[in-house]
């Protein structure tokens, strides 16, 4: 999928008013993220750590599979004439002429009057047509149908003897036919698909140990604001634990990424801008929460509207994403509406963990690898015209032009932020086809009273058998109702209020 493709998805603009910068609709600020994000360039990558990833090559296969006869019963292989006329009360006596175990290389032949116990998988030896499993006959104990093998650490020689079969077996019975999985020199997998649990295992059965695809993107979650301590930290007076960090670096790689969370940053700009320039190393996305919206503390806003590596003054400040396509009539977006702020407390470089155990800080992978190479500018901050995610930013950052998603510190507003703009743009870069949630309409029971008008509200839902009913209310600060809701109630812009039992659009977070 290329950045043009999503172009389409572009809504039209809302109206200016008066000198205020514009208000963007979620379509719009969707498009110009999924335009900017580029798909990072393929790897060649270990099966485990492309799971989840995009296949960039077709996958042939070079051996067929399987690939020789085997048995799929632990039983004797015969020939089908020595048993054509076994039944339950004359069973057909043969002569066993030992083990053949799966793995075993060395096959013995099977010749008229002749059996071998052959065990689920071993090779189908030579004279052999077919396999009668151990139940139709007496296992060589000379008694009756019997229910299974005795252990082979419990009786090291292997079978001899002579063996009763009580059945007979037409040919090919209970044998897997070389190649009848797939044939040597078909395709495997197809460039594009996405790596599930099913076809790392068709990889690894063909013998790659390797394979192209784009990788899961590094995504590095950081959250801002001097009132917040880390969970497991005693609250002194005004404090409030880190739950964003948390919930945004669980979603990250819940949408597939290589997350790194961050700890909290206090309120400083410049150990802001610091805490960012180290992180981007390791960065292919970078998320921040809070610090966004009007308030003299709103350090992400102060940090990030200037290109980190333009002085203070601003000169030298190149074009954000969105600042090159303003619409007639209206002010270039981008540009600081609000760089007050006075130094907080500096919290000094962060503490940082990873969520997996993919590769840490300066893995191999080429700089710029998938990235625009459009001019890296500072971020663009606007405000939407949804509840709640009013204020946003986004831009591209650092040498690499690296992306970067300023969702609002209000924990709902940044989980609902995450899920519109931050989850397809984790997908652009793995080059995931088809980024969106589940969507469809179900019955409100208990209807919305109200909605801003302009604004398409997300409310947070639960949805079971074509009802869907609120969680809490409005308010962007309560993440229990986020946590018991499985859904989002969508409420388009120009509607604002829904009668009990009318229809209303869902997302389903899961
Ligand atoms: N005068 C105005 N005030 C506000 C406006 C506005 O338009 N005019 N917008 C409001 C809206 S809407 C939102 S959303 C918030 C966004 O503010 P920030 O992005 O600057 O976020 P903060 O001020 O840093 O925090 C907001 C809120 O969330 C709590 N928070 C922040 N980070 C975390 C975290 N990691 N874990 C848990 N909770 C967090 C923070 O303590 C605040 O309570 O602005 C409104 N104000
Ligand atoms: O937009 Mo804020 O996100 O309404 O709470």
Sequence with gaps: MTGTDRESATAPAAAPTGGEPRVWSVDEHLADIV??????????????????????????????????????????????ADVADAAEDSPVRLTVIGDIAAGSGKLPRVR??????????????????????????????????????TAHSSDPRGAGGEVLVHRPAGARAHVRARGSDIAAGSLALAAGTVLGPPQIGLLAAIGRATVKVRPRPRVVVLSTGSELVPPGTELAPGQIHDSNSFALTAAARDAGAIAYRVSAVSDDAETLRATIEDQLIRADLLVTSGGVSVGAYDVVKEALSRPLDAPHDGSGVEEPPGAEEPRAGEPAAGGPESAAGDSGTAAGAAGEESTDGAPAAGDARGAAGGRSAAPSGGVDFRRLAMQPGKPQGFGRIGPDHTPVLTLPGNPVSAYVSFELFVRPAIHALMGVPDTRRETLRAVCPEGVASSPAGKRQFLRGRYADGTVSPVGGAGSHLVKALADADALIVVPEDTTSVAPGAEVDVILLR
């Design 112 to 149: 008229p009057g002749e059996a071998a116990r052959i065990m689920t998988g071993a090779p189908l030896p030579p004279g052999a047509e077919a396999v009668v499993p151990v139940e139709w006959t007496d296992g060589g104990t000379g008694g009756g149908p019997a229910t299974g093998m």
């Design 35 to 80: 335009r900017h994000v580029q798909p990072l360039e393929p790897l060649e990558l270990q099966l485990l750590d492309a799971q989840g990833c995009v296949l960039v090559e077709d996958v042939t296969v070079p051996v067929a599979l399987p690939p020789f006869d085997n048995s799929s019963m632990d039983g004797y292989a015969v020939r089908t």
